[in-house]
Structure formats: structure tokens, C-alpha cells
């Protein structure tokens, strides 16, 4: 399983501060920005006979791994480990946009909080 963890930077989302140490942004908790994807999954229906529907075992099968995989999702956006990392890779995002932008000619340190 795979999942996709960042922030929601809609505009009302965050808000951004700047003093003369550098920008700050207040930030919220990470959040799953897609569903998790789930590699190939296979199958086997370990009984026969007349009153077991394959179909309706593999969808309901299915369906509690779905709920399982986002609980999982819910647990590893909490983690100390995953928020630092988010926070990483959106300072080295937003250094090399600001980096790119006309007339910048110095990046200030970028906090979050």
C-alpha cells in the first residue's frame, strides 16, 4: 500500500507571517491528499459449495481491507516522522519557487508553525 500524505494548500487554509528573521507559516496537521492505492490483490475462497457467493465475499473482503488501509492512513499522517518529512519537502518546495520568482534575490529562512 501506498499512501500520499501532504497539506491542503488552498489559500484559506494557511496564512503567511514575515519578520525580518523570514517567513512563517502556520500549518495544520498533514492529511491523506489521495486515496491510498492498493497494489495487485489476489484471492482464494476457501470453501465450495452451493451456498458461498464468491463475488459477494471478494467485494465484502475488499471493502473491510479498504476501511483497514484508512485507518492505517489516519495513524501514519500522525506520525512525528510523517509530519517532519512533509514539512521538509514543502520548505524545499516553496525555497525553489521563491528561488524562481523575478527580482528574488535571496530566500528568507522559512519557519513552520
Do not use: W
Not at 5 to 23: M, N, Q, R, W
Not at 75 to 103: H, M, S, T, Y
Amino acid at each position: 500500500m501506498e499512501y500520499s500524505v501532504g497539506y491542503d494548500l488552498s489559500p484559506e487554509s494557511f496564512t503567511v507571517a514575515g519578520d525580518a528573521t523570514g517567513i512563517t507559516l502556520p500549518l495544520k496537521k498533514p492529511e491523506l491528499v489521495s486515496s491510498p492505492a492498493i497494489g495487485a490483490i489476489s484471492h482464494e475462497i476457501p470453501g465450495k459449495g452451493l451456498l458461498i457467493d464468491e463475488k459477494a465475499q471478494v467485494i465484502a473482503l475488499q471493502q473491510r481491507l479498504i476501511t483497514a488501509v484508512r485507518k492505517q492512513g489516519n495513524r501514519i499522517k500522525q506520525e512525528e516522522a510523517v509530519i517532519a518529512l512533509c514539512e521538509r519537502k514543502l520548505g524545499e518546495f516553496l525555497r525553489d519557487f521563491l528561488a524562481k520568482q523575478p527580482n528574488v534575490r535571496a530566500v528568507p529562512m522559512i519557519k513552520f508553525a
